[in-house]
């Protein structure tokens, strides 16, 4: 071990780095089969730790790339053989949890779901979810600005944190612990490192917000004939219901009848027919009352002509069969090999002629190897594809993805609604931000890591 390595593990302690074959071992980045390649893999503990770690890179030009629950799909952690994997994976303590306040102060390396299970035992609910809840570092969520299932309702993770801790690229910490809704003394210093990727500061601590555990809970997959009835069935849907509407998962027949092939895995509700199918979600207050309520309004769509089939989930278990169709990322992976993940957002009345348009192209460009599905979290205006035409070739990769983010401009959309930019993205970062954008952009980064050492590369050069 260099010099360099011997001063981090007097700093993290042995054990602390890892070097060689224990790096190799891991997974680069989740959907890729290849070994992480990096100088070292770096495990602190606490805050201070991270601090010193970072104050000697900096010295020495150190590169560093900070490492969650390694969950990304745009390469926004993948490392070179020269760089340092600073990894949260020791960082997963949760301090406190405010019962009186509705807040929970905890380490950036902390997976979501136990994040979610430490509300739950407090009587609380934490909002932000995703499919990924088991692997995912809450940390990781927030630099992503990650968002999830009920982006509707509550906002995505931005909304979700009232205070941050995090370390700059020069050792500096910045402790903006806030633990209150309202406090604007100033600027708020914690959106320098939400959604910017370990560009700006590596987050080491998080004040969340905690929301009131509700108690009824209503489920439904409905079919719909025309996505003209969408848009519609969303605002009838957000009125009628009072504001409790939490998910609204919308998925193309491609999506739904590719998943639900395989009987022994799903037992789906509907048969193969619809063009769009759409996961429906309610939380209130009153199991009975809001039971009744969101029945009677999937009674009106149905009478009205907007959806043409409704499957209301009656216990615990149907719920969870019909989140398992629009969860089965699983059984697509493996379908859909090599795949390909777009995340992309746009005004949601232009989602089904832009989805057209994408799906046409690649399979005029590929008629043969092209498979692809489309679904999404169209409620608040997210769109996904998960698709492959057949080649791991860079070059074709590349194409696809010129396809998918130049059919979008038209629409002003966004070529990342929900999981960043890193490298994979980086080049079609001017498709949706302009010039002076993206000066500010780097005018940030000059100031706050002059040396560039943090997360090099990643969201733009």
């Known amino acids: 071990m260099d010099e360099l390595l011997d001063d981090l593990e007097a700093i993290v302690g042995s054990g602390g780095v890892l070097t060689g074959a224990d790096v190799a071992a891991r997974p680069a980045a989740w959907l890729r089969g290849d070994p992480t390649v990096a100088r070292a893999i770096v495990r602190p503990r606490t805050t201070e730790e991270v601090s010193r770690i970072l104050s000697r890179c900096h010295a020495l030009g150190q590169t560093v790339v900070a490492l969650g629950g390694n969950t990304n799909l745009v390469d926004a952690t993948l490392t070179g053989a020269d760089d340092i994997l600073l990894s949260m994976e020791r960082m997963t303590a949760i301090e406190s949890v405010d019962t009186v306040g509705a807040t929970m102060t905890v380490q950036a390396g902390v997976p979501l779901a136990r994040v979610h299970e430490a509300a739950n035992e407090a009587g609380f609910a934490f909002t932000l979810d995703f499919g990924a809840r088991g692997s995912a570092a809450i940390g990781g969520a927030i630099s992503t600005n990650a968002g999830g299932n009920a982006v509707i309702r509550y906002g995505m993770a931005r909304e979700q944190v009232l205070g941050l801790e995090a370390v700059l690229a020069d050792g500096t910490v910045v402790s903006s612990m806030n633990r209150m809704l309202k406090n604007n003394a100033g600027y708020d210093l914690k959106q320098l490192f939400i959604g910017t990727e370990g560009t700006l500061g590596i987050i080491t601590r998080a004040v969340l917000r905690l929301r009131p555990t509700l108690n009824s ?31 609204f998962e919308v998925l193309w027949a491609d999506f739904y009848d590719t998943v639900t092939a395989d009987r022994e895995r799903h037992n789906p509700p509907f048969e193969p027919g619809y063009p769009f199918y759409v996961l429906i979600e309610s939380r209130g207050g009153d199991q009975a009352s809001d039971a009744a309520r969101f029945e009677a309004v999937l009674a009106d769509a149905l009478e009205s002509g907007l959806i043409a089939d409704a499957a209301i989930a009656g216990s615990g278990a149907q719920r969870q069969a019909l989140w398992a169709i629009r969860d089965d990322i699983d059984r697509l992976v493996e379908l859909l090999d090599p795949i390909m993940a777009f995340d992309v957002s746009l005004p949601i009345g232009d989602a089904e002629t832009y989805a057209a348009g994408v799906n046409r192209r690649l399979a005029e460009r590929w008629p043969d190897t092209f498979r692809g599905t489309t679904f999404g979290h169209l409620g608040d205006g997210n769109l996904h594809f998960l698709l492959t035409v057949g080649s791991e070739d860079k070059a074709e990769q590349h194409a696809v993805m010129d396809i998918v983010y130049e059919e979008l401009r038209p629409y002003g959309g966004s070529i990342s609604a929900e999981h960043g930019i890193g490298l994979e993205k980086r080049d079609y970062l001017g498709h949706s931000r302009s010039d002076s954008e993206i000066a500010l952009m780097k005018t940030l980064k000059a100031a706050l890591d002059p040396n560039g050492i943090l997360n090099p590369g990643k969201v733009f050069v």
């Open 217 to 247: 809970l209503s489920s439904a997959l409905v079919a719909v004939e025309r996505y003209e009835s969408i848009p519609p069935l969303l605002n009838g849907l957000g009125a009628s219901l009072g504001g409790s509407l939490s998910a």
